[in-house]
């Protein structure tokens, strides 16, 4: 008989480079109806020699990213080591999404660093992690994997919507749920504001100062992928190859970067939403304390109900629902919808490693 509650630590580290996420989650069910408690969490930040060499690893070649993937494991490991002794934690398992260094679904490739074996001789508990290939294996794009929790833990809400490194929503129609990188968030704004010695620009006061360049938001709105139907994802390569050219083509005021930058996620947020049906929205990410972002959204869309939760759920909401995907995954029950990814079918994808400890 299946369990009907774990304690799960989950494991999630974004493009934005913020840190890594644990969050330590009691999943329970009952009546086949899922709920799920944050009993702790927290981000540790990366040093400046781990952001530099996250950004770009992307750069490296094979023999430099195989002991880059060797390291950041062994990293993952050792954090979540100490965040268990630090919190007396004993966790069912440990589920972990890794950090994504290259995303080329297209070309039949996603790489998460993180997610080596080596996790299984340094961690002793059952362990879930690598996600998304076995999704590109079958066709889908390997991402949003976020929306099956979305379905079963939040489905209270019309949409979710998601701003970290990328904005991406997930949303229920014709008995479908469906899900989709919208554009670049926190990949773009965090770049450029750390370009003014900041490590991010707090609750949006740099870009609230500046002004919005018409041309410029033009060029960004006119890019091709924003019309092109989902299933679609995105990744750092995408803001290097059609992102950054166009805003270092103007030679504009950081403010006025981050001011019209804002306007363009606001548009493509906006317009995106305003598709499908429904008008509750809960925004999780980052990119819910960028409070002139979340205003500007809100002035886009008048007519929706926009919610931004409590801390942890804003904080934690990728960590915990990769915890969740590991629990379907240790049932052997669907944790990726190929409504969402594009994949061939409905599939429990993720690599179980120290299973006989369960």
Not at 30 to 47: D, F, G, L
Not at 223 to 243: C, D, M, T
Not at 259 to 285: C, M, N, P, W, Y
Request: charged share 15%; glycine share 8%.
């Amino acid at each position: 008989m299946q369990k009907s509650m774990y304690s799960i630590l989950g494991l999630m580290s974004g493009t934005s480079l913020d840190g890594l996420d644990l969050a330590f989650v009691q999943f329970s069910q009952e009546n086949s109806v899922w709920s799920y408690r944050i009993q702790v969490a927290e981000t540790i930040s990366y040093s400046s020699d781990w952001v530099k060499e996250l950004s770009e690893g992307i750069n490296l070649a094979e023999s430099e990213l195989a002991s880059l993937n060797e390291r950041y494991t062994v990293l993952l490991a050792h954090l979540a080591l100490a965040f268990i002794e630090k919190h007396h934690l004993k966790p069912d398992a440990i589920c972990s999404h890794g950090h994504t260094i290259k995303h080329q679904p297209q070309l039949g490739y996603t790489l998460q660093i993180g997610n080596l074996p080596q996790l299984a001789e340094l961690l002793p508990f059952p362990i879930v992690c690598d996600f998304r290939v076995g999704d590109v294996a079958l066709g889908g794009q390997g991402a949003p994997l976020v929306p099956i929790g979305d379905e079963l833990l939040f489905s209270n809400y019309d949409f979710c919507l998601n701003l970290g490194g990328f904005a991406n929503v997930s949303t229920n129609t014709q008995g479908n749920r469906i899900a989709f990188d919208i554009c670049p968030v926190n990949t773009v704004l965090n770049y450029f504001a750390q370009k003014l010695g900041l490590e991010y620009d707090a609750g949006g006061a740099v870009a609230a100062t500046g002004f919005v360049h018409k041309e410029l938001l033009d060029k960004l709105n006119a890019l091709s992928f924003y019309e092109s139907a989902h299933p679609k994802s995105l990744g750092v390569e995408f803001v290097n190859r059609e992102i950054m050219p166009i805003l270092t083509a103007y030679s504009l005021a950081i403010p006025d970067v981050l001011r019209t930058f804002v306007e363009h996620i606001s548009d493509q947020i906006s317009l995106h939403i305003k598709r499908f049906a429904g008008r509750s929205v809960l925004i999780t990410g980052g990119g819910a304390y960028h409070e002139f972002l979340i205003s500007r959204l809100r002035e886009s869309l008048p007519e929706h109900e926009l919610t931004v939760p409590d801390d942890l759920t804003v904080a934690f909401k990728e960590a915990l629902i990769f915890g969740f995907l590991g629990v379907l995954r240790l049932r052997n029950e669907v944790n990726v919808l190929a409504s969402v990814t594009g994949a061939r079918h409905d599939h429990s994808s993720g690599v179980v490693y120290n299973s006989q400890l369960l």
